[in-house]
């Protein structure tokens, strides 16, 4: 498949003009044309180049790519992220709040889904769902560890039960300001000093679910529908984080 036909089909999917992110969603570094295998992650440096390397990708799809708007200084670490791409003419797309906020492939609407919660409306670059019945928030945080792997957990419980519950992967924690009194539980992959009693003055249980850890659902499930749609090969690479 030709590289820029495939930045055209993914911008169209995850409907990039829509988004104002600080960052290039598309194309960050061109390599070679032609697309036939590619190695996605949730973040993109040094390490993860070298583990993908071997398998000899034609591309890499991320969610963290490259930051920064406009021409950016291309030095240090930055330097050397670049310079394994374009000695290897391996290309580098990276997809950052499209990849959050879409409902059919994104981190969010897939976090959701997986926890067997019905999506009920948007909700900043995440979403609000509603369980048919409400659970104990205890056996809540039980299904959350098993969808991202026993990540450790940062919780502050202020009601026993859930049933409506928003959804903000990575960097959400304050978004907790803008809930509205409906919701009993939120769930992101940050947390602040303050969240803890923020949380407990609005009456909201909270989970921490870590910022890697809440973002491997979106990429999996595009690369997944890429590798359906044009029969490419396509290979989910862990570099876990523990934050």
Not at 10 to 20: M, T
Not at 43 to 51: A, H, K, R, V
Not at 152 to 174: D, F
């Amino acid at each position: 498949m030709n590289l820029f036909d495939l930045e055209k089909h993914i911008n169209e999917i995850l409907k990039v003009e829509q988004f104002d992110d600080y960052c290039k969603n598309g194309i960050q570094v061109e390599g070679r044309h032609e697309v036939k295998k590619i190695a996605i992650g949730v973040s993109y440096n040094n390490t993860f180049f070298e583990s993908v390397k071997s398998w000899g990708p034609d591309a890499i799809l991320v969610h963290h790519g490259l930051f920064g708007k406009g021409v950016i200084d291309i030095t240090g670490y930055k330097k050397k992220r670049i310079e394994n791409l374009i000695k290897n003419d391996i290309s580098l797309l990276g997809y950052h709040l499209p990849l959050d906020a879409s409902f059919e492939y994104g981190n969010n609407s897939e976090f959701l889904r997986k926890l067997g919660i019905e999506i009920v409306e948007e909700f900043t670059f995440g979403y609000k769902g509603k369980l048919k019945e409400k659970v104990e928030f205890q056996n809540l945080i039980k299904q959350v560890k098993e969808i991202i792997n026993n990540q450790k957990l940062i919780y502050y419980e202020n009601k026993k039960y859930s049933k409506n519950i928003a959804v903000v992967s990575g960097s959400g924690a304050n978004f907790i300001e803008k809930l509205d009194p409906e919701v009993d539980t939120y769930i992101t992959g940050s947390v602040e000093e303050h969240t803890r009693d923020i949380a407990k003055d609005i009456g909201v249980n909270f989970i921490n679910a870590g910022h890697y850890s809440t973002e491997t659902f979106g990429i999996k499930r595009l690369g997944k529908y890429l590798e359906e749609k044009f029969d490419l090969e396509v290979k989910y690479f862990e570099y876990y984080n523990e934050v």
